[in-house]
Protein backbone atom coordinates (compact mmCIF):
# COMPACT_ATOMS: atom_id res chain seq x y z
CA UNK A 1 0.00 0.00 0.00
CA UNK A 2 2.63 2.81 1.06
CA UNK A 3 4.62 1.40 -1.87
CA UNK A 4 2.49 2.38 -4.16
CA UNK A 5 1.83 5.86 -2.71
CA UNK A 6 5.50 6.29 -2.92
CA UNK A 7 5.14 4.80 -6.43
CA UNK A 8 2.72 7.67 -7.73
CA UNK A 9 4.77 10.03 -6.12
CA UNK A 10 7.28 9.50 -7.44
CA UNK A 11 5.69 9.31 -10.78
CA UNK A 12 3.82 12.74 -10.69
CA UNK A 13 7.44 14.27 -9.66
CA UNK A 14 8.85 12.71 -12.47
CA UNK A 15 6.01 13.57 -15.06
CA UNK A 16 6.11 17.35 -13.61
CA UNK A 17 9.94 17.22 -14.55
CA UNK A 18 12.60 18.76 -12.88
CA UNK A 19 16.91 19.37 -13.33
CA UNK A 20 18.99 16.36 -13.35
CA UNK A 21 21.58 17.47 -11.63
CA UNK A 22 22.83 20.18 -8.92
CA UNK A 23 25.08 21.58 -11.41
CA UNK A 24 22.10 21.94 -14.01
CA UNK A 25 19.82 23.26 -11.65
CA UNK A 26 22.24 26.07 -11.07
CA UNK A 27 22.99 26.98 -14.59
CA UNK A 28 19.67 26.88 -15.75
CA UNK A 29 18.89 29.32 -12.48
CA UNK A 30 21.90 31.38 -13.96
CA UNK A 31 20.67 31.45 -17.38
CA UNK A 32 17.47 32.72 -16.17
CA UNK A 33 18.91 35.47 -14.22
CA UNK A 34 21.70 36.18 -17.25
CA UNK A 35 19.56 37.99 -20.04
CA UNK A 36 19.57 41.01 -22.18
CA UNK A 37 19.27 42.61 -18.21
CA UNK A 38 22.80 42.45 -18.43
CA UNK A 39 24.22 43.18 -21.45
CA UNK A 40 20.95 45.78 -22.35
CA UNK A 41 19.41 46.75 -19.02
CA UNK A 42 22.20 47.44 -16.90
CA UNK A 43 24.74 49.04 -18.95
CA UNK A 44 22.17 51.92 -19.97
CA UNK A 45 20.74 52.05 -16.69
CA UNK A 46 24.12 52.73 -15.16
CA UNK A 47 25.25 54.96 -18.25
CA UNK A 48 21.96 57.34 -17.64
CA UNK A 49 22.30 57.69 -13.80
CA UNK A 50 25.72 58.42 -13.32
CA UNK A 51 27.95 55.15 -13.31
CA UNK A 52 29.88 53.72 -10.26
CA UNK A 53 27.28 55.40 -7.54
CA UNK A 54 24.59 53.77 -9.43
CA UNK A 55 26.08 50.04 -9.55
CA UNK A 56 27.14 49.97 -5.87
CA UNK A 57 23.61 51.61 -5.01
CA UNK A 58 22.27 48.40 -7.33
CA UNK A 59 24.93 46.17 -5.67
CA UNK A 60 23.32 47.02 -1.80
CA UNK A 61 19.85 46.51 -3.43
CA UNK A 62 21.22 43.04 -4.62
CA UNK A 63 22.70 42.06 -1.66
CA UNK A 64 19.75 42.86 0.99
CA UNK A 65 17.02 42.52 -1.19
CA UNK A 66 17.57 40.67 -4.39
CA UNK A 67 19.07 37.74 -2.75
CA UNK A 68 16.84 37.39 -0.08
CA UNK A 69 13.85 37.22 -2.09
CA UNK A 70 15.69 34.82 -4.66
CA UNK A 71 16.29 32.45 -1.12
CA UNK A 72 13.02 33.04 -0.44
CA UNK A 73 11.47 31.61 -4.07
CA UNK A 74 13.74 28.81 -4.56
CA UNK A 75 13.13 27.09 -1.01
CA UNK A 76 9.12 27.92 -1.37
CA UNK A 77 9.16 26.19 -4.76
CA UNK A 78 11.48 23.22 -4.07
CA UNK A 79 9.41 22.22 -0.89
CA UNK A 80 5.81 22.43 -2.57
CA UNK A 81 6.87 21.15 -5.98
CA UNK A 82 4.46 23.01 -8.11
CA UNK A 83 3.43 25.78 -9.94
CA UNK A 84 3.72 29.46 -8.49
CA UNK A 85 0.09 30.05 -7.89
CA UNK A 86 -0.26 26.35 -6.74
CA UNK A 87 3.30 26.67 -4.38
CA UNK A 88 1.27 29.86 -2.78
CA UNK A 89 -2.07 27.84 -2.49
CA UNK A 90 -0.42 24.77 -1.03
CA UNK A 91 2.16 26.60 1.90
CA UNK A 92 -0.46 28.80 2.92
CA UNK A 93 -1.07 28.75 6.61
CA UNK A 94 -5.20 28.91 5.84
CA UNK A 95 -6.79 28.62 2.63
CA UNK A 96 -8.71 31.90 3.62
CA UNK A 97 -5.08 34.24 3.25
CA UNK A 98 -5.10 34.25 -0.78
CA UNK A 99 -1.10 34.05 -1.26
CA UNK A 100 -2.03 32.79 -4.21
CA UNK A 101 -2.38 36.44 -6.15
CA UNK A 102 1.66 36.73 -5.63
CA UNK A 103 1.36 33.93 -7.80
CA UNK A 104 -1.50 35.53 -10.37
CA UNK A 105 0.46 38.63 -10.45
CA UNK A 106 3.62 37.01 -11.44
CA UNK A 107 1.75 35.50 -14.52
CA UNK A 108 0.98 39.24 -15.30
CA UNK A 109 3.94 40.17 -15.22
CA UNK A 110 5.49 37.40 -17.18
CA UNK A 111 3.13 38.93 -20.28
CA UNK A 112 4.40 42.57 -20.04
CA UNK A 113 7.61 41.51 -19.61
CA UNK A 114 7.99 39.14 -22.38
CA UNK A 115 5.58 41.85 -24.44
CA UNK A 116 9.14 44.09 -24.76
CA UNK A 117 11.54 41.88 -23.89
CA UNK A 118 10.79 39.74 -26.76
CA UNK A 119 11.35 42.71 -29.09
CA UNK A 120 14.55 43.77 -27.79
CA UNK A 121 15.34 39.89 -28.13
CA UNK A 122 13.72 40.58 -31.84
CA UNK A 123 16.10 43.42 -32.48
CA UNK A 124 19.30 41.40 -31.17
CA UNK A 125 18.36 38.12 -33.71
CA UNK A 126 17.92 41.04 -36.57
CA UNK A 127 21.23 42.20 -35.74
CA UNK A 128 22.50 38.59 -36.22
CA UNK A 129 21.29 38.66 -39.67
CA UNK A 130 22.40 42.28 -40.55
CA UNK A 131 25.93 42.31 -39.28
CA UNK A 132 26.13 39.12 -41.33
CA UNK A 133 25.54 41.64 -44.68
CA UNK A 134 27.63 44.47 -42.91
CA UNK A 135 24.79 47.08 -43.61
CA UNK A 136 24.89 48.12 -39.89
CA UNK A 137 28.91 47.90 -39.57
CA UNK A 138 30.12 51.49 -39.59
CA UNK A 139 32.25 53.47 -37.16
CA UNK A 140 29.86 56.63 -38.32
CA UNK A 141 27.28 56.90 -35.31
CA UNK A 142 24.83 58.80 -37.71
CA UNK A 143 25.08 55.62 -40.27
CA UNK A 144 24.56 52.97 -37.17
CA UNK A 145 21.78 54.95 -35.32
CA UNK A 146 20.00 55.62 -38.85
CA UNK A 147 20.25 51.73 -38.99
CA UNK A 148 19.00 51.18 -35.90
CA UNK A 149 15.72 53.92 -36.21
CA UNK A 150 15.23 52.49 -39.77
CA UNK A 151 14.41 48.58 -37.86
CA UNK A 152 12.11 50.15 -34.85
CA UNK A 153 9.76 51.88 -36.96
CA UNK A 154 8.98 49.56 -38.99
CA UNK A 155 5.91 47.87 -38.20
CA UNK A 156 6.26 44.16 -40.65
CA UNK A 157 10.22 43.79 -39.44
CA UNK A 158 9.40 44.35 -35.64
CA UNK A 159 6.66 41.75 -35.79
CA UNK A 160 8.67 39.62 -37.78
CA UNK A 161 11.35 39.60 -35.57
CA UNK A 162 9.31 39.15 -32.38
CA UNK A 163 7.86 36.23 -33.36
CA UNK A 164 11.06 34.36 -34.79
CA UNK A 165 11.97 35.02 -31.09
CA UNK A 166 9.03 33.45 -29.72
CA UNK A 167 8.44 30.74 -31.82
CA UNK A 168 12.08 29.32 -31.08
CA UNK A 169 11.42 29.92 -27.18
CA UNK A 170 8.17 27.89 -27.92
CA UNK A 171 10.31 24.97 -29.53
CA UNK A 172 12.62 24.56 -26.74
CA UNK A 173 10.04 24.56 -23.71
CA UNK A 174 8.35 21.93 -25.24
CA UNK A 175 10.87 19.66 -24.82
CA UNK A 176 10.81 20.21 -21.10
CA UNK A 177 12.42 21.09 -18.29
CA UNK A 178 15.39 19.11 -18.13
CA UNK A 179 15.83 18.23 -22.35
CA UNK A 180 14.53 22.01 -23.14
CA UNK A 181 15.16 24.50 -20.45
CA UNK A 182 18.47 22.17 -18.68
CA UNK A 183 19.69 21.36 -21.72
CA UNK A 184 19.94 24.21 -23.64
CA UNK A 185 21.14 26.98 -20.99
CA UNK A 186 24.26 24.40 -20.00
CA UNK A 187 25.63 24.67 -23.77
CA UNK A 188 24.95 28.16 -24.03
CA UNK A 189 26.43 30.17 -20.57
CA UNK A 190 29.84 29.39 -20.87
CA UNK A 191 30.07 30.19 -24.55
CA UNK A 192 28.37 33.27 -23.03
CA UNK A 193 31.37 34.31 -20.61
CA UNK A 194 34.15 33.41 -23.28
CA UNK A 195 32.32 35.72 -25.88
CA UNK A 196 32.20 38.40 -23.33
CA UNK A 197 35.50 38.19 -22.54
CA UNK A 198 36.89 38.69 -26.23
CA UNK A 199 34.87 42.02 -26.42
CA UNK A 200 36.00 43.03 -23.52
CA UNK A 201 39.98 42.95 -24.48
CA UNK A 202 39.15 44.86 -27.60
CA UNK A 203 37.25 47.08 -25.83
CA UNK A 204 39.50 47.99 -22.83
CA UNK A 205 42.59 48.09 -25.48
CA UNK A 206 41.30 50.98 -27.28
CA UNK A 207 42.88 54.67 -27.01
CA UNK A 208 40.72 56.72 -24.61
CA UNK A 209 39.03 53.21 -22.45
CA UNK A 210 40.62 54.84 -19.44
CA UNK A 211 37.66 57.41 -19.14
CA UNK A 212 35.19 54.54 -19.54
CA UNK A 213 36.77 52.40 -16.41
CA UNK A 214 36.65 56.07 -14.40
CA UNK A 215 32.93 56.09 -15.78
CA UNK A 216 32.17 52.17 -14.03
CA UNK A 217 33.98 52.19 -11.14
CA UNK A 218 35.05 55.50 -9.52
CA UNK A 219 31.70 56.56 -7.61
CA UNK A 220 30.08 60.04 -7.76
CA UNK A 221 27.59 59.84 -5.26
CA UNK A 222 26.05 63.49 -6.08
CA UNK A 223 24.28 61.86 -9.25
CA UNK A 224 22.07 59.40 -6.79
CA UNK A 225 18.04 60.69 -6.73
CA UNK A 226 15.42 58.66 -5.26
CA UNK A 227 14.29 57.97 -8.71
CA UNK A 228 17.92 56.23 -9.60
CA UNK A 229 17.30 54.44 -5.93
CA UNK A 230 14.12 52.99 -7.16
CA UNK A 231 15.66 52.27 -10.49
CA UNK A 232 18.51 49.90 -9.12
CA UNK A 233 16.15 48.44 -6.49
CA UNK A 234 13.87 47.37 -9.97
CA UNK A 235 16.88 46.54 -11.87
CA UNK A 236 18.19 44.17 -9.09
CA UNK A 237 14.14 42.32 -9.26
CA UNK A 238 14.40 42.06 -13.12
CA UNK A 239 18.67 40.84 -13.05
CA UNK A 240 17.80 38.43 -10.34
CA UNK A 241 14.23 37.36 -12.32
CA UNK A 242 12.59 37.93 -8.90
CA UNK A 243 8.98 38.82 -7.56
CA UNK A 244 6.92 37.10 -10.10
CA UNK A 245 6.91 33.33 -9.47
CA UNK A 246 9.73 32.59 -11.79
CA UNK A 247 12.41 31.46 -9.27
CA UNK A 248 9.31 29.70 -7.01
CA UNK A 249 8.72 27.78 -10.53
CA UNK A 250 12.12 26.73 -11.15
CA UNK A 251 13.15 26.11 -7.32
CA UNK A 252 10.26 23.60 -7.62
CA UNK A 253 12.65 21.92 -10.11
CA UNK A 254 15.35 21.83 -8.08
CA UNK A 255 17.05 18.73 -6.09
CA UNK A 256 16.28 18.00 -2.99
CA UNK A 257 20.27 18.16 -1.46
CA UNK A 258 20.91 21.22 -3.42
CA UNK A 259 22.32 23.81 -0.68
CA UNK A 260 19.83 26.67 -1.50
CA UNK A 261 21.94 29.39 0.12
CA UNK A 262 25.42 28.63 -1.15
CA UNK A 263 23.94 28.12 -5.25
CA UNK A 264 21.33 31.10 -4.94
CA UNK A 265 24.84 33.42 -3.75
CA UNK A 266 26.61 31.94 -6.62
CA UNK A 267 23.77 32.72 -8.77
CA UNK A 268 23.83 36.15 -7.56
CA UNK A 269 27.58 36.84 -7.95
CA UNK A 270 27.79 35.20 -11.15
CA UNK A 271 24.79 37.25 -12.81
CA UNK A 272 26.53 40.29 -11.16
CA UNK A 273 29.81 39.38 -13.05
CA UNK A 274 28.31 39.16 -16.13
CA UNK A 275 26.83 42.53 -16.04
CA UNK A 276 30.43 43.83 -14.98
CA UNK A 277 31.73 42.45 -17.73
CA UNK A 278 29.30 43.77 -20.40
CA UNK A 279 29.84 46.85 -18.66
CA UNK A 280 33.52 46.40 -19.64
CA UNK A 281 32.47 45.64 -23.21
CA UNK A 282 30.42 48.85 -23.79
CA UNK A 283 31.41 52.00 -21.33
CA UNK A 284 35.20 52.08 -22.45
CA UNK A 285 34.35 51.59 -26.35
CA UNK A 286 31.42 54.54 -25.39
CA UNK A 287 34.02 56.99 -23.99
CA UNK A 288 36.63 55.83 -26.73
CA UNK A 289 34.07 57.04 -29.71
CA UNK A 290 33.36 60.12 -28.25
CA UNK A 291 30.03 58.90 -27.51
CA UNK A 292 27.18 59.71 -24.68
CA UNK A 293 26.81 57.37 -21.79
CA UNK A 294 23.01 58.45 -21.53
CA UNK A 295 21.67 57.42 -24.45
CA UNK A 296 18.89 55.09 -22.61
CA UNK A 297 17.80 51.61 -24.78
CA UNK A 298 19.39 52.21 -28.19
CA UNK A 299 22.83 52.03 -26.81
CA UNK A 300 23.33 48.32 -27.58
CA UNK A 301 22.23 48.80 -31.26
CA UNK A 302 24.35 52.13 -31.84
CA UNK A 303 27.78 51.91 -30.08
CA UNK A 304 28.01 48.18 -30.01
CA UNK A 305 28.21 48.47 -33.87
CA UNK A 306 31.05 51.03 -33.86
CA UNK A 307 32.92 48.94 -31.28
CA UNK A 308 33.23 46.33 -33.61
CA UNK A 309 33.79 48.01 -37.20
CA UNK A 310 36.89 49.58 -35.42
CA UNK A 311 38.55 46.08 -35.19
CA UNK A 312 39.69 43.28 -37.55
CA UNK A 313 37.22 41.06 -38.79
CA UNK A 314 34.64 43.06 -37.03
CA UNK A 315 31.64 41.62 -38.67
CA UNK A 316 32.45 38.23 -37.53
CA UNK A 317 33.05 39.53 -33.81
CA UNK A 318 29.19 41.00 -34.09
CA UNK A 319 27.54 38.30 -35.59
CA UNK A 320 28.71 36.27 -32.38
CA UNK A 321 28.37 38.91 -29.76
CA UNK A 322 24.63 39.39 -31.40
CA UNK A 323 24.19 36.26 -31.24
CA UNK A 324 25.46 35.15 -28.00
CA UNK A 325 22.98 38.45 -26.41
CA UNK A 326 20.06 36.49 -28.49
CA UNK A 327 21.65 33.43 -26.37
CA UNK A 328 21.61 35.42 -23.30
CA UNK A 329 18.00 36.71 -23.88
CA UNK A 330 17.01 32.83 -24.55
CA UNK A 331 17.18 31.62 -20.81
CA UNK A 332 15.58 34.77 -19.64
CA UNK A 333 12.79 34.40 -21.85
CA UNK A 334 12.10 30.39 -21.48
CA UNK A 335 12.25 30.56 -17.49
CA UNK A 336 9.28 33.67 -17.84
CA UNK A 337 7.11 31.69 -20.28
CA UNK A 338 7.82 29.10 -18.26
CA UNK A 339 5.51 30.19 -15.37
CA UNK A 340 2.40 30.44 -16.98
CA UNK A 341 3.12 27.35 -19.19
CA UNK A 342 3.66 25.34 -15.96
CA UNK A 343 0.57 26.69 -14.07
CA UNK A 344 -1.49 25.45 -16.95
CA UNK A 345 0.13 22.26 -17.40
CA UNK A 346 -0.74 21.40 -13.97
CA UNK A 347 -3.55 23.44 -12.91
CA UNK A 348 -5.47 22.10 -16.07
CA UNK A 349 -4.17 18.72 -17.11
CA UNK A 350 -3.22 20.45 -20.40
CA UNK A 351 -0.06 19.03 -21.81
CA UNK A 352 2.88 20.55 -21.79
CA UNK A 353 3.02 21.36 -25.79
CA UNK A 354 -0.38 22.59 -25.68
CA UNK A 355 -0.12 25.17 -22.89
CA UNK A 356 3.77 26.05 -24.09
CA UNK A 357 1.78 26.88 -27.96
CA UNK A 358 -0.89 28.54 -26.27
CA UNK A 359 0.68 30.59 -23.96
CA UNK A 360 3.42 31.66 -26.88
CA UNK A 361 0.63 33.06 -29.24
CA UNK A 362 -1.41 34.29 -26.36
CA UNK A 363 1.94 36.87 -26.07
CA UNK A 364 2.62 37.24 -29.56
CA UNK A 365 -0.82 38.71 -29.64
CA UNK A 366 -0.56 40.64 -26.93
CA UNK A 367 3.37 41.55 -27.62
CA UNK A 368 2.75 42.84 -30.32
CA UNK A 369 1.20 46.08 -28.86
CA UNK A 370 4.69 46.47 -27.58
CA UNK A 371 6.86 45.56 -31.16
CA UNK A 372 4.35 48.56 -32.19
CA UNK A 373 4.76 50.89 -30.25
CA UNK A 374 7.35 52.89 -32.58
CA UNK A 375 5.09 52.96 -35.68
CA UNK A 376 1.61 51.87 -36.00
CA UNK A 377 0.67 52.45 -32.30
CA UNK A 378 3.26 55.03 -31.29
CA UNK A 379 0.20 57.98 -30.87
CA UNK A 380 -0.80 55.56 -27.77
CA UNK A 381 0.89 57.02 -24.62
CA UNK A 382 -0.24 56.53 -21.13
CA UNK A 383 1.16 58.55 -17.83
CA UNK A 384 3.50 60.18 -20.47
CA UNK A 385 5.36 56.41 -21.66
CA UNK A 386 4.58 54.66 -24.92
CA UNK A 387 3.69 51.16 -24.48
CA UNK A 388 6.97 49.35 -24.63
CA UNK A 389 8.26 51.80 -21.96
CA UNK A 390 5.15 51.39 -19.93
CA UNK A 391 4.97 47.23 -19.60
CA UNK A 392 8.29 48.24 -18.59
CA UNK A 393 7.53 50.90 -15.84
CA UNK A 394 4.66 48.58 -14.68
CA UNK A 395 6.97 45.41 -14.31
CA UNK A 396 9.89 46.34 -13.14
CA UNK A 397 8.75 49.58 -10.74
CA UNK A 398 5.74 48.39 -9.29
CA UNK A 399 4.90 44.46 -10.12
CA UNK A 400 7.86 42.58 -9.12
CA UNK A 401 9.28 44.69 -6.01
CA UNK A 402 5.44 44.05 -4.48
CA UNK A 403 5.56 40.50 -5.71
CA UNK A 404 8.90 40.20 -3.95
CA UNK A 405 7.29 41.97 -0.77
CA UNK A 406 4.81 39.91 -0.07
CA UNK A 407 6.94 36.70 -0.57
CA UNK A 408 9.59 38.21 1.80
CA UNK A 409 6.64 38.96 4.22
CA UNK A 410 4.91 35.52 3.80
CA UNK A 411 8.36 33.74 4.63
CA UNK A 412 9.51 36.26 7.16
CA UNK A 413 5.94 36.32 8.83
CA UNK A 414 3.02 33.87 8.17
CA UNK A 415 5.55 30.78 6.88
CA UNK A 416 6.86 30.09 10.15
CA UNK A 417 10.77 30.17 11.05
CA UNK A 418 10.83 26.31 11.98
CA UNK A 419 9.77 25.55 8.12
CA UNK A 420 12.55 28.04 7.03
CA UNK A 421 14.78 26.52 9.10
CA UNK A 422 14.41 22.92 7.35
CA UNK A 423 14.24 24.64 4.10
CA UNK A 424 17.88 26.06 4.08
CA UNK A 425 19.74 23.49 6.24
CA UNK A 426 18.25 20.46 4.07
CA UNK A 427 16.71 19.47 7.11
CA UNK A 428 19.34 19.47 9.52
CA UNK A 429 22.16 18.42 7.46
CA UNK A 430 23.60 21.87 6.55
CA UNK A 431 26.05 23.07 9.11
CA UNK A 432 24.44 26.58 8.20
CA UNK A 433 22.79 27.72 11.36
CA UNK A 434 24.44 31.88 11.71
CA UNK A 435 23.31 31.92 8.21
CA UNK A 436 19.72 31.12 8.79
CA UNK A 437 19.60 33.38 11.78
CA UNK A 438 20.65 36.27 9.70
CA UNK A 439 18.68 35.54 6.95
CA UNK A 440 15.59 35.54 9.66
CA UNK A 441 16.62 38.54 10.60
CA UNK A 442 16.94 40.64 7.09
CA UNK A 443 13.59 38.42 5.76
CA UNK A 444 11.58 39.91 8.63
CA UNK A 445 12.45 43.53 8.98
CA UNK A 446 15.57 44.68 6.29
CA UNK A 447 14.02 43.01 2.92
CA UNK A 448 10.36 44.54 3.39
CA UNK A 449 11.31 48.17 5.16
CA UNK A 450 13.56 48.83 2.33
CA UNK A 451 11.41 47.46 -0.51
CA UNK A 452 8.31 49.33 0.93
CA UNK A 453 9.83 52.58 1.29
CA UNK A 454 11.56 52.48 -1.76
CA UNK A 455 8.49 51.83 -3.47
CA UNK A 456 6.78 54.58 -2.12
CA UNK A 457 8.96 56.88 -2.50
CA UNK A 458 9.41 55.82 -6.21
CA UNK A 459 5.80 56.25 -6.49
CA UNK A 460 5.90 59.66 -4.78
CA UNK A 461 3.24 58.32 -2.19
CA UNK A 462 5.81 59.98 0.72
CA UNK A 463 5.89 63.31 2.24
CA UNK A 464 9.61 63.00 2.05
N1 LIG B 1 16.66 38.28 -15.47
C1 LIG B 1 16.42 38.52 -16.87
C2 LIG B 1 17.47 39.49 -17.39
O1 LIG B 1 18.19 40.10 -16.60
O2 LIG B 1 17.55 39.67 -18.59
C3 LIG B 1 15.03 39.03 -17.16
C4 LIG B 1 13.95 38.30 -16.45
C5 LIG B 1 13.81 36.92 -16.61
C6 LIG B 1 13.09 38.97 -15.61
C7 LIG B 1 12.83 36.24 -15.91
C8 LIG B 1 12.09 38.32 -14.92
C9 LIG B 1 11.98 36.95 -15.10
F1 LIG B 1 11.04 36.32 -14.46
Do not use: H
Not at 33 to 54: E, H, M, Q, R, S
Not at 124 to 140: H, P, R
Not at 298 to 313: D, E, G, K, Y
Not at 422 to 432: R, T, V
Request: proline letters at 4%; aromatic letters at 12%.
Amino acid sequence: MNNSIEANKVKASMSRGSFATALGAFVATLGSAVGLGNIWKFPYLTGANGGAAFIIIYVISTLLVGLPVMMAEIMLGRKARANAIATMNKLSPSKRQPWWVIGAMGALAAFLIMAFYSEVAGWVVAYIFKSSFGSILSTNPEVTSQAFSTLVVDPIQSLFWQWLVLAVVCVILVRGVSKGIEATTKRLIPLLFVLLLIVDIRSLTLPGAGEGIKFLFSPDFSKITAAAVLTALGLAFFKLSIGMGTMITYGSYWPDGQNIPTSTARVMFSDLLVSILAGLAIFPAVFAFGYEPGAGPSLLFITIPSVFASMPFGNIFMVLFFLLAAVAATGAMISLVEVPVAFLNEQFKMSRSKATVLTTVAIAVFGSSAALSNSLLAGVQLFGMNLFDLYDFVSSNILLPLGGLLIVIFVGWFWGDDKVKAALSNNGSLKNQAIIAAYTVIVKFVTPLLVLVVMLRGLNLLPF
